[in-house]
């Protein structure tokens, strides 16, 4: 074959790839909790187009809210539907339709007083044993100075059967999880674990960190879902981020009692 011919090919083959992907992306990308539509979302501090400029929701609200809207087994039906919820942190994005479907709905947080309950996650006593039926905690136990002790807290609180929802920072490629109580000022913790207030970072060990203390996880991450569904919601970031400590691969973690 002559060589203007193979490098014909070679372009044909070049643009028909480029057009593929370039039709493959979504004419306008949609908050899966808002509805807002538009051609990109805002930047962050960690990440380029990932805010909805309209609920500020991120990455990890649009993928919880993608995870009970999208798979059976985790659905609102099954997890919050008449379910008795206990919310920490809770998230402006989540809190109005969590509250639509569930049969008790309250909020908890240690230090802002716009809850229901001033609550410290790793010492619950003001809750009976198996009071609730979910709990859910985003992005807090990285706050918390005693995780083991939350996390047997989480167990007792939760009924039978029932399920706690848990995201938490983690750095790219770390195996094990990292703390270290000497690190106490503000300046020292943001350079160490990515925030002034951040105790740890997080490493690929979460899950099984979380199993010993005799839940049974389940992580779904943007690879459970399709790819248009993906990037219509923005459920992973167009463009990862080179801080070492950013989280660029979100998780949603479910733990069974």
Same mark, same amino acid.
């Given at each position: 074959?002559?060589?203007?011919?193979?490098?014909?090919?070679?372009? @044909?083959?070049? =643009?028909?790839?480029?057009?593929?992907? $370039?039709? #493959?992306?979504?004419?306008?990308i949609e908050c899966n909790i808002c509805k807002w539509q538009g051609k990109h979302f805002i930047?962050?501090l960690w990440h380029s187009h990932v805010i909805c400029p309209n609920c500020c929701s991120d990455?990890?609200? &649009?993928?919880?809210?993608? #995870?009970?809207?999208?798979?059976?087994?985790?659905?609102?039906?099954?997890?919050?539907?008449?379910? &008795?919820?206990?919310?920490? !942190?809770?998230?402006?994005?989540?809190? #109005?339709? *969590?509250?639509? $479907?569930?049969?008790?709905?309250?909020?908890?947080?240690?230090?802002?007083? &716009?809850?229901?309950?001033?609550l410290d996650i790793s010492n619950m006593h003001q809750i009976q044993d198996g009071e609730f039926?979910?709990?859910?905690?985003?992005?807090?136990?990285?706050?918390?100075?005693?995780?083991?002790? !939350?996390?047997?807290?989480? =167990? &007792?609180? *939760?009924?039978? /059967?029932? $399920?706690?929802? *848990?995201?938490?920072?983690?750095?790219?490629?770390? !195996?094990?999880?990292?703390?270290?109580?000497?690190?106490?000022?503000?300046?020292? %913790?943001? %350079?160490?674990?990515?925030?002034?207030?951040?105790? %740890?970072?997080? /490493?690929? #060990?979460?899950?099984?960190?979380?199993?010993?203390?005799?839940?049974?996880?389940?992580?779904?991450?943007?690879?459970?879902?399709?790819?248009?569904?993906? @990037?219509?919601?923005?459920?992973?970031?167009?463009?990862?981020?080179? @801080?070492?400590? !950013?989280?660029?691969? %979100?998780?949603?973690?479910?733990?069974?009692?």
């Amino acid at each position: 074959m002559k060589l203007i011919e193979l490098q014909q090919k070679a372009t @044909n083959k070049l =643009y028909r790839t480029a057009m593929s992907a $370039y039709l #493959s992306q979504p004419k306008y990308i949609e908050c899966n909790i808002c509805k807002w539509q538009g051609k990109h979302f805002i930047n962050s501090l960690w990440h380029s187009h990932v805010i909805c400029p309209n609920c500020c929701s991120d990455i990890r609200h &649009r993928l919880l809210a993608a #995870s009970l809207s999208f798979t059976d087994d985790f659905s609102y039906k099954k997890l919050v539907q008449d379910k &008795r919820i206990l919310h920490f !942190a809770p998230e402006a994005q989540l809190k #109005s339709t *969590l509250k639509t $479907y569930a049969a008790k709905y309250v909020t908890a947080d240690f230090l802002d007083k &716009r809850v229901d309950l001033q609550l410290d996650i790793s010492n619950m006593h003001q809750i009976q044993d198996g009071e609730f039926d979910l709990i859910i905690a985003c992005d807090v136990l990285e706050h918390v100075p005693n995780d083991s002790n !939350a996390f047997k807290e989480i =167990y &007792r609180v *939760l009924s039978v /059967g029932g $399920y706690a929802i *848990l995201t938490v920072p983690q750095k790219d490629n770390l !195996a094990e999880t990292f703390e270290d109580s000497t690190v106490v000022s503000p300046e020292d %913790r943001e %350079r160490i674990f990515g925030q002034w207030d951040h105790l %740890r970072i997080y /490493g690929d #060990s979460f899950s099984f960190i979380i199993e010993s203390f005799g839940f049974k996880v389940t992580v779904i991450n943007e690879s459970n879902f399709p790819k248009e569904v993906v @990037n219509k919601h923005i459920l992973f970031p167009p463009v990862l981020s080179e @801080n070492p400590l !950013a989280t660029n691969y %979100r998780k949603i973690f479910l733990l069974k009692k």
